[in-house]
């Protein structure tokens, strides 16, 4: 089966970090862009970060340049969002893609940045 888990998410204080992790099940990453979107009750779901899948170049929304990190770890089939410095703003649902010839989205994990 198919899938992709996300993982790490809770409850922080603003300044805190969290690492969320994306593990895929039933296919290889390898040869996936993938991606970290999040996204807030009525607002459209946003792009915070991209890692290619042949150079690990990686792409961030302006919003959390310097803040978040996305990594991939093919051997263990898991990409990985580092966040630090956490806002209140960065609260949301945040969801794992990836992408190549199909599109596979995780179920979602919620970070909530709040004293």
């Known amino acids: 089966q198919v899938q992709l888990v996300e993982s790490g998410g809770g409850l922080v204080q603003p300044g805190g970090s969290l690492r969320l992790s994306c593990a895929a099940a039933g296919f290889t990453i390898g040869t996936y862009v993938m991606s970290w979107y999040r996204q807030v009750p009525g607002k459209e779901r946003e792009l915070v970060a991209t890692i290619d899948s042949a150079q690990g170049r990686t792409n961030y929304a302006d919003s959390v340049k310097g803040r978040f990190t996305i990594s991939r770890d093919n051997a263990k089939n898991t990409v990985y969002l580092q966040m630090n410095s956490l806002k209140p703003e960065d609260t949301a649902v945040y969801y794992c893609?990836?992408?190549?010839?199909?599109?596979?989205w995780g179920q979602g994990t919620q970070v909530t940045v709040s004293s």
């Open positions: 893609k990836a992408r190549a010839l199909r599109i596979y």
